[in-house]
């Protein structure tokens, strides 16, 4: 079955430091990936999705995220972290399975990030 | 536009209890998704309808749990009889397309969630 694994489960950085969350899935066909945010107290949104063509893809907030399809890795990247990062980070990965249209999401585990001010 | 409406934010029940979540997805989305959070871990889809059809309750506990969508618009998620281990954030999502596409397959948006404690 396929599987999305979050290396890090919990990451406190200081403010203005650099950020990477790896994220490696284990399908080997076609994917479409995501990184969903959750801010304490609110709901998921969707930060950045890669679906075909740049492999760099860009989202909200500053954030980034490099589809290495050798390495079956998507991590987020953030080059300056602010305390307002301080956030559930989950990736996921959408397969695309032979027969049907049923595209399931496998979720990771998520990270936890907690910026100090 | 709106988002995706949840009822009630929080529950609290004895075990054996009964409960009910309802959820409103976003106007025009015609996949609904309800997912099952455990505190530590990722969401755990439990069942996708498109319109009112169900696409996948392969991880539904059937055998306590059910969930409908009459009018493939809102939709309903119960729990009976609860145990304690079903304690959790239930969050709906919808979108707006299920067939892979370049620039829009899959991107879900998430109501805010129903957290369920169970005594």
């Known amino acids: 079955a396929q599987s999305v694994s979050q290396h890090n489960h919990h990451v406190i950085l200081s403010e203005a430091a650099s950020l990477e969350l790896g994220c490696n899935y284990s399908?080997?066909?076609?994917?479409?990936l995501f990184w969903y945010v959750q801010y304490p107290g609110q709901h998921l949104q969707l930060l950045l999705k890669y679906f075909s063509g740049d492999p760099l893809v860009k989202g909200i907030k500053g954030f980034e995220a490099e589809f290495i399809k050798s390495k079956f890795s998507f991590n987020l990247r953030k080059p300056s972290v602010q305390w307002s990062d301080t956030a559930e980070y989950f990736c996921?990965?959408?397969?695309?399975?032979?027969?049907?249209?049923?595209?399931?999401?496998?979720w990771g585990l998520g990270t936890s990030l907690a910026v100090n001010p | 536009e709106a988002g995706v409406a949840q009822s009630p934010r929080y529950k609290i029940i004895e075990k054996r209890q009964s409960v009910a979540f309802w959820c409103n997805p976003i106007s025009g989305h015609a996949t609904l998704y309800w997912y099952q959070q455990i505190l530590g871990q990722g969401p755990k889809l439990l069942i996708q309808f498109q319109n009112n059809g169900v696409v996948d309750d392969s991880q539904l506990p059937k055998d306590r749990f059910s969930a409908e969508r009459l009018k493939g618009v809102d939709s309903t998620l119960k729990i009976q009889p609860a145990k304690l281990e079903d304690s959790a954030v239930y969050l709906c999502a919808s979108s707006l397309l299920t067939v892979p596409k370049a620039s829009g397959a899959n991107v879900l948006t998430f109501g805010a969630g129903s957290r369920l404690t169970v005594l």
């Open positions: 399908y080997g066909g076609t994917v479409n």
């Open positions: 996921a990965v959408n397969d695309y399975p032979h027969a049907g249209n049923n595209r399931k999401l496998i």
